[in-house]
Each structure stands twice: as C-alpha cells, then as structure tokens.
C-alpha cells in the first residue's frame, strides 16, 4: 500500500485528489487538509481480513514516517524486558503523579494531525458528548450509510477493537444501530451512568428500553448474571448482560454480551488489579475475529477505554507468545510504540500517568502468570 505525506499525515494514494474546478486545500483545525476528503469518507474498510490488514500496516507506517524519519533507532530505546519494566516502576522515574515517560507520550502525541471533519458538521455536533474529542475520519465508524455518525473508532492491535464514547439519550439507537452493524458479539462498558453528580454515559443497557429497535435490527436483553464482586472495593464488580440481536432484513439472529466493569474512576484505575485481571481472563474465553470487533466504551472513549484496551491486547499477545513457548527471560515490551500505535487511531487513549502505570502492573501480573 503506497503511502504519501501531505502536510505531516499519511493518506493512502489517491485521496488526496481534488475536484475539478475546487481550491487545493481547506482548513480545519489548523492543518491543511486535501479538498475532497469529505466526499472519500472513511480511507479504509474493516469488514474483510484483508481491509484490517492494510489498515494495520498504514498505522505501522505512519509510526515509522512520523517518529523514525530521522532517528531509525528512536523506539529501540524504550524496548523493556520483563525485568527492565519491574525495575522502571521502582526507580526514581516514577509514572505517578507525573512521570517521563508519560510527558514524552504526550509531546510525541502532539505531533498526531489527522481530519476530523466528519465529527465537526452541523449535523453530528450535538451528537459529540465532548467539544475536544472527535474521531479521525479515516477509521470512523460508518454502520448505515456514509452519512451515519457515531463517536467510535476503530482500533487494530493485536485484534480489532472499536473505541466509542458513551451514548447520550439522543444518540442511543445510533450506538445500538452502529453495534449491531458492525457484527460486535462483545461490548465492555467501563462508566456508570452519573459519577461525581455529573452524566457519563447514557444507561442504554436499562431494562426499560427492550425489547429495542434501531435501522434493521430488534435488540432483547435476556438475562443479567450475578455480580463479580471485588474483595477490595465492594464497589467495583463486573455484571454480565446478555441480549440477542435479531436482524430483520436478514432474519438471521446472534447473542451479545456486556461485560460492565462499575465503577472504574474517571482519568483514574481500578484499585484492584485482580479483579480486572480476571475481566480480561472472561474476555479470553469469548471467541474473536477481526470481523466481529470488540467494543469498548467509556465516557469519552479514551481514558478507560484507551487503559483497557491497551491491555487486553497485550495479554493477546502474551497468550500466542505462551503457545510459542516464550518465556520471561524472552519477553519484552514497548511502552511508547504500543500507546503511539493507539493514539494514531484514537486521539489521547490512555489519558493519565496512573492509567499508564496500571497497564504495566497488569501486563507484568500476566507475564507472571503466563510466562513463568
């Protein structure tokens, strides 16, 4: 897939062609964008193998244009074994409350410039819960037409992913209507309704509202399994709820499962890494493809989505890395390249210094677990 730079972001070839008789360039947000970009849509489809596939190798791409065009070895640097992660978090270049590595995360962060003119037009604004937090046009969620809008991305890591805000009222059928589109079998919610007297997240999930129909489908929830209580904070807990999904053009029907992690705190972590082990370990029995994307929602899909996610993806890879008979000794991870790979998708995924340290416990709990 051929790559070319305009203006410090790669778009795929072509896209960037104008209109006859249009002006070159338009501007949003400051940056210099390629007339034309509205009518393209989204750059990349995510319903085959093979359309996942180049949108991985375009964001590996842009990760080696954007922040290895001058020092090739730039990332080698922050390459960490097992043990070299252990030490980081004991040394003196603590994560929390304002670490280096969070700081240099965020300068190289800043650099991200992408279109997000879709997010902006006057008939998506007020389905934005947050001025500042927009997704790029080229990996939106479309799940009607091309002028559908929800505030959801598409995430590829070690499997695909969709990050998505949480709905308000007004935007409810969209999220259902975009989750049943999209083939998801699998939502993790990681927000109550109203934290700190203030609305987060619509409760799309309330019994009140099923059975539910949106576009072509009839969502009915089913059932809702006893709560997965932490011995820490009784407060948190994962709760299990399962709807069927029936398609009425199609008449074909599936299961859905939310996995509601409560009471999670805004910009904060969960103060009980166990208990969030033991989500993603439930996670892992589930069966996924890149065609049948997890969805993650927080309140403005990045914090808690971005920490989890991050997550998840790397007991993915420490699940094959088992498989291959990897071991401790072998292992490693790059903490900068795997949070820039995200932020290239989503702007500002996994949004404090805490976050970034609970990803590294837990991905250091489940190395231990995995690779011992």
């Known amino acids: 897939m051929q790559i070319s730079k305009v203006h410090g972001f790669c778009w795929p070839e072509g896209l960037e062609e104008k209109k006859e008789g249009e002006s070159e360039e338009v501007e949003d947000d400051g940056m210099l964008l390629p007339r034309g970009l509205e009518l393209h849509g989204q750059a990349f489809t995510f319903d085959t193998e093979n359309g996942c596939r180049k949108y991985l190798e375009h ?28 030490e980081l978090l004991e040394s003196d270049e603590r994560l929390t409350p304002c670490g280096k590595l969070f700081t240099l995360l965020k300068e190289e962060s800043n650099k991200i410039k992408k279109s997000k003119l879709h997010a902006g037009l006057s008939t998506h604004r007020t389905k934005n819960r947050y001025t500042n937090n927009h997704p790029f046009d080229e990996n939106r969620v479309i799940f009607d037409k091309e002028s559908s809008y929800v505030n959801a991305s598409y995430i590829a890591l070690e499997q695909l992913y969709i990050a998505a805000q949480g709905p308000l009222k007004n935007t409810r059928a969209d999220f259902w209507n975009a989750l049943c589109a999209t083939g998801a079998k699998t939502l993790v919610t990681i927000v109550m309704p109203f934290e700190k007297l203030q609305e987060k997240c619509d409760a799309f999930w309330d019994d009140n509202i099923f059975p539910l129909q949106v576009g072509d489908f009839e969502i009915q929830k089913q059932t809702e399994d006893e709560p997965i209580t932490s011995c820490l904070d009784p407060k948190e807990r994962i709760v299990l709820r399962h709807f069927l999904i029936y398609n ?10 939310q996995y509601h992690y409560e009471n999670w705190p805004d910009f904060g972590v969960s103060s009980d890494i166990s208990l969030f082990c033991q ?45 291959s ?4 000794n072998s292992y490693s991870l790059n903490v900068v390249k795997k949070i820039l790979s995200m932020r290239l998708q989503r702007y500002d995924l996994l949004q404090s210094p805490e976050q970034l340290e609970f990803f ?10 995995s690779l011992e």
């Open 279 to 323: 989500l993603l370990k439930l996670l892992s029995k589930e069966e996924s493809s890149n065609l049948s994307p997890m969805w993650v929602n927080c309140s403005a899909g990045l914090g808690r989505t971005g920490t989890f996610i991050a997550c998840h993806s790397e007991y993915k890879r420490l699940k094959d890395l088992q498989k």
């Open 248 to 257: 009425l053009k199609t008449k074909e029907q599936r299961s859905f499962v």
């Open 325 to 328: 008979g990897c071991c401790q």
């Open 59 to 86: 964001i590996e791409k842009e990760l080696d244009i954007l922040y290895c065009s001058e020092d090739a070895e730039w990332f080698c640097k922050f390459e960490k074994t097992f043990f070299q992660l252990q």
């Open 360 to 369: 590294i416990r837990v991905v250091l709990k489940l190395c231990e677990e």
